[in-house]
């Protein structure tokens, strides 16, 4: 089986409203703000799950034991490129937003939404934009700092 590829292949939105993040339209999702073409190739930041660890060893155990605890995220964040002239997202993007986050991986991010996509959908909450100190050789950037407000669904399926 061939692997699957990273490159140009994540898609990512910031979506007002969704009633159901188990299954959110495609009229939801395209009501949303795209992202990714503005995002630095490192800038989808901590949207990867930790699942911490609850010890369940007994007292006369003699080995540790575990089994999983609460799940959670940390460092989420978003890390754009500025724009000059007008900078739409960073204008867009102030402290106390609320909407949701929408990744779509494995597909062309071109692709328009669609019926069947699997999507993950983390409701949000933005903290503080952060301006990054320059660099050599490098683009202006910021990052916006995205606290997940409530548990998200990480295997949805666009209705």
Do not use: C
């Not at 930041?45 to 540790?64: K, P, Q």
């Amino acid at each position: 089986m061939p692997d699957s590829l990273a490159d140009g292949r994540t898609r990512v939105y910031w979506v007002p409203t969704i009633a159901n993040i188990n299954a959110p339209t495609t009229t939801e999702l395209n009501a949303g703000t795209l992202l990714h073409s503005t995002m630095t190739a490192d800038g989808l930041e901590g949207f990867e799950a930790d699942t911490a660890d609850v010890d369940n060893s007994a007292l006369d155990s003699t080995f540790d034991t575990k089994t999983a605890g609460r799940a959670s995220f940390s460092g989420t964040m978003l890390r754009l490129k500025k724009q000059t002239g007008t900078d739409t997202l960073y204008a867009f993007f102030v402290r106390d937003l609320n909407g949701y986050i929408v990744i779509r991986r494995d597909a062309a991010a071109a692709t328009a939404w669609a019926s069947a996509d699997k999507v993950e959908v983390y409701p949000a909450v933005t903290g503080e934009t952060r301006l990054l100190k320059p660099e050599p050789n490098s683009i202006r950037k910021y990052e916006v700092p995205i606290k997940i407000s409530a548990q998200p669904a990480l295997r949805s399926t666009v209705a």
